[in-house]
Nanobody, 122 residues
Framework: VQLQASGGGLVQPGGSLRLSCAVS????????IGWFRQAPGKKREGISY????????SYANSVKGRFTISRDKAKDTVYLQMNSLKPEDTAVYYC????????????????WGQGTQVTVSS
């Protein structure tokens, strides 16, 4: 199983970015894809989730209303549209695959991508 996260970069406060997570090799049926982030000196936190077939989603309060997760089944790719970015959104963003019973719980994911840096600064 491989996950390739991309789309990070430097953006000004109030700006937008779209992250992508390309998933390959996962052949074990319906699953969940989660986005997590880890800021310097902080624990990794789950911020968004989508079910691969049902399309149900979940968001952390810290990003609700600003971030939107979506998927392209044909491309096996999940996107995280991030709007109204704030300096506190600065972190390394990771995508992960698993079958979580608690969507934003890190320990329920088995496969992880390499992370992409998002920096929000003027």
């Amino acid at each position: 199983v491989q996950l390739q996260a991309s789309g990070g970069g430097l953006v000004q406060p109030g700006g937008s970015l779209r992250l992508s997570c390309a998933v390959s090799g996962f052949t074990s049926g319906p699953h969940g894809i989660g986005w997590f982030r880890q800021a310097p000196g902080k624990k990794r936190e789950g911020i968004s989730y989508i079910h691969s077939s049902e399309g149900t989603t979940s968001y952390a309060n810290s990003v609700k209303g600003r971030f939107t997760i979506s998927r392209d089944k044909a491309k096996d790719t999940v996107y995280l549209q991030m709007n109204s970015l704030k300096p506190e959104d600065t972190a390394v963003y990771y995508c992960a695959v698993g079958r979580p019973t608690i969507p934003l719980l890190e320990s329920e994911y088995h496969y992880w991508g390499q992370g992409t840096q998002v920096t929000v600064s003027s």
